[in-house]
């Protein structure tokens, strides 16, 4: 799966020589890197290598002490998280973060609260403008609900599903908001084998239907290898490789790094 070049010209995200430390401890350290519209980026590797932390920074959930991350050109270094959902960045975390009291239905309207305008009035009489707005959020909702496959399960207490289920539902959330970019934090782990081949199935099915282009952080080699168009690897905060998913089984630094490991 790729982007052809026409597409990959247009720098939709860049962050410039990110340091970000905790304690003495460098989380990252110089990173800089190029998400083009279109493609599907992968950043893998070992455990502890900065992955995690270059998505925080990039939605605002982490400061970097040092360099400049800019989205369609505008800088978002320092821009509160809300703010930066509101340009069109959502995201799914490695640990679930889902209303776990309410419903999947509920959670994924949760997820459209960036375009909520109508206010307090015009929401709580549930008529006219508010009662449009609802309408128009509750459709979508449902496509998204339709795409993913959740129709059984669109009444029930998220609390009582699967893990699987729920990985599902927190990816529709992400969708909810509509993003330009879609960041996803190892989407397939804990998953059984069909978990994660349908998680790939949307994967792909996301990026020719609803944004075309997606940031994941995964280890799950085969699931690198079919759907990104490029990979990026890091290792103690450090960018090593930056190359076509084909060539970085053959990068020594990569093998040496962390697919000598498995």
Known sequence: MGSDNSEIQHILLKLDNIQLAFGGIKALD??????FKGEVLAII???????????????????????????????????????IAKLGISRTFQNIELYSGLTVLENLLAGRHIFMNTGFFWGALYFGKGLHDEKKHRKRVEEIIDFLEIEAIRKKIVGTLSYGLRKRVELGRALALEPKLLLLDEPMSGMNLEEKEDIARFILDIHEEFTDTIVFVEHDMGAIMD?????????????????????????????EAYLGEE
């Open 30 to 35: 110089g990173v800089s890197l190029e998400v």
């Open 45 to 83: 590797g070992p455990n502890g290598a900065g992955k995690t932390c270059i998505l925080n920074c990039i939605n605002g959930f982490y400061r970097p002490q040092e360099g400049k991350i800019y989205f369609q050109k505008r800088e978002i270094t320092r821009m509160p998280s809300h703010k």
């Open 227 to 255: 759907l990104s168009s490029r990979v990026i690897v890091l290792d103690f905060g450090r960018k090593i490789a930056e190359e076509p998913p084909e060539e970085i089984k053959k990068n020594s630094k990569v093998i």
